[in-house]
């Protein structure tokens, strides 16, 4: 019997030819990587060495990134003090792939690996950060982790205990309708999986319409595969991976690419013909709450956010500002844009996608996870509603347990922006 990608994938990172779903492995990390939390890491890395005498070294300071990007810039003096000591570890260790609070190379993690070549096909990539399961999208087996587990990795170079996975292949057909994409997509596959239907698997995306998805999309359907409690969502690298990583990342030289066996044995398929489907939007307060826009128009929201690792791409960008080209933003809605990183935002601000949302009544902010969390930016008040791009939308999710937010893609985001109300993009706005 045939390999999954995964396996493929986890075979090599082990020096094996052959895994099997439930072996346990201890593969080689090929790109670590922590945020902000990167300060509690330090502290767990610090107690594997206590009392033993011995230097706390990092096995390997080139795989190790570390981007601050959850509270840019710090909002307190705890915040502050945490950045301080990341900026001195990765001094004293050598650390190379650290992105400060810069206005020419931060950005939120997700979208600074891709950015920067940091991910590869084939990769094991590790993130105290349940969307690591980005990266899939670039052909990697990316996967969050705990802190404690992450402490290990940066001493020892390997992941220990890692059950290999059994895959679910999501096979995608049709061509997208007008104002229906990528987010579309993924929210109503996570309705029909369930938050627990694929739990501890990988979601392995294939079919006509993923081969034709740009980057970005893949991005976007990776990021929130870990909602429907998949381990990681990867897209097996073809001919756009090359692309973005030649063109966009700046690799040179060889980059090599594989896909599963023809007779990789899968645990479900699932087929889905994007050409029936909708807008889609994830009703408050799960993601897998999903319902076609019609059902839930005319919902009355007080705040609109587009960005985030999920949705804050040049892509997202330029949708937005083609829809609220000419228009304004509704009375009594206020509308964040959050890039996903500065050379995101600097594109947008060439192509003058940023004037024309600014020009509508949208507030630019840094790029940065910003709301996403509600604890730095962009919080709720009792009893409001947002509709945001983001991939969260549970109980206090944007700072607020007595508020409601709504998951949708951007054109569904900013065809709301203009009438105030959850509107359909289809409908042509007001």
């Known amino acids: 019997?045939?390999?999954?990608?995964?396996?493929?994938?986890?075979?090599?990172?082990?020096?094996?030819?052959?895994?099997?779903?439930?072996?346990?492995?201890?593969?080689?990390?090929?790109?670590?990587?922590?945020?902000?939390?990167?300060?509690?890491?330090?502290?767990?890395?610090?107690?594997?060495?206590?009392?033993?005498?011995?230097?706390?070294?990092?096995?390997?300071?080139?795989?190790i990134a570390i981007i601050l990007d959850h509270r840019v810039p710090a909002e307190s003096s705890k915040t502050a003090t945490n950045q301080k000591k990341i900026r001195e570890f990765v001094a004293k260790q050598g650390i190379k792939k650290f992105h400060d609070i810069r206005g020419d190379e931060g950005g939120i993690c997700h979208q600074i690996l891709p950015e920067y070549g940091y991910v590869r096909p084939g990769y094991v990539v590790v993130g105290t950060d349940s969307h690591t399961t980005s990266h899939g999208a670039l052909g990697a087996f990316a996967f969050g982790i705990?802190?404690?587990?992450?402490?290990?990795?940066?001493?020892?170079?390997?992941?220990?205990?890692?059950?290999?996975?059994?895959?679910?292949?999501v096979n995608v057909n049709g061509k997208f309708p007008a104002?229906?994409?990528?987010?579309?997509?993924?929210?109503?596959?996570?309705?029909?999986?369930?938050?627990?239907?694929?739990?501890?698997?990988?979601?392995?995306?294939?079919?006509?319409?993923?081969?034709?998805?740009?980057?970005?999309?893949?991005?976007?359907?990776?990021?929130?595969?870990?909602?429907a409690g998949a381990t990681s969502g990867i897209v097996p690298p073809d001919e756009e991976t090359?692309?973005?990583?030649?063109?966009?990342?700046?690799?040179?030289?060889?980059?090599?690419?594989y896909g599963p066996d023809k007779d990789a044995e899968y645990e479900q398929v699932i087929d889905i013909d994007v050409s029936r489907l909708g807008p889609q939007i994830a009703c408050p307060h799960t993601?897998?709450?999903?319902?076609?826009?019609?059902?839930?128009?005319?919902?009355k929201v007080q705040q609109i956010v587009i960005g985030s690792c999920t949705n804050g791409r040049?892509?997202?960008?330029?949708?937005?500002?083609?829809?609220?080209?000419?228009?304004k933003v509704a009375l009594g809605?206020?509308?964040?844009?959050?890039?996903?990183?500065?050379r995101i935002y600097q594109e947008a601000m060439k192509k003058g996608y940023l004037s024309i949302l600014a020009e509508a009544g949208a507030v630019i902010c840094n790029p940065g996870c910003g709301p996403c969390l509600g604890i730095h930016q962009g919080a709720l008040g009792d009893q409001e509603t947002a509709l945001a791009t983001t991939n969260r939308n549970f109980k206090g999710r944007m700072g607020n347990p007595n508020a409601e937010v709504y998951l949708c893609s951007p054109e569904v985001a900013a065809a709301s922006a203009i009438t105030g109300v959850i509107s359909d993009p289809r409908a042509g706005g007001r």
């Open 1 to 63: 019997m045939g390999m999954t990608y995964v396996q493929k994938v986890l075979a090599k990172a082990c020096g094996k030819s052959l895994v099997a779903h439930g072996d346990v492995v201890e593969p080689e990390v090929h790109l670590a990587m922590s945020h902000e939390n990167g300060a509690l890491v330090m502290n767990q890395f610090a107690e594997i060495y206590k009392d033993t005498g011995i230097d706390a070294k990092i096995w390997n300071p080139d795989r």
């Open 146 to 169: 705990g802190a404690t587990e992450m402490a290990s990795v940066w001493a020892l170079g390997n992941i220990l205990n890692v059950e290999v996975p059994g895959t679910i292949k």
């Open 179 to 227: 104002y229906v994409g990528a987010k579309d997509l993924i929210l109503y596959l996570i309705g029909r999986l369930t938050a627990e239907g694929a739990n501890f698997k990988v979601l392995e995306f294939h079919g006509e319409t993923i081969r034709k998805m740009s980057t970005s999309g893949r991005l976007t359907i990776c990021n929130m595969s870990v909602e």
């Open 242 to 257: 090359l692309n973005y990583l030649k063109n966009i990342a700046g690799i040179r030289g060889k980059i090599e690419i």
């Open 287 to 299: 993601v897998d709450n999903i319902k076609p826009v019609e059902e839930v128009t005319g919902k």
């Open 314 to 327: 040049l892509d997202d960008l330029e949708t937005a500002a083609n829809i609220l080209k000419g228009k």
């Open 333 to 342: 809605t206020r509308m964040l844009i959050f890039p996903a990183s500065w």
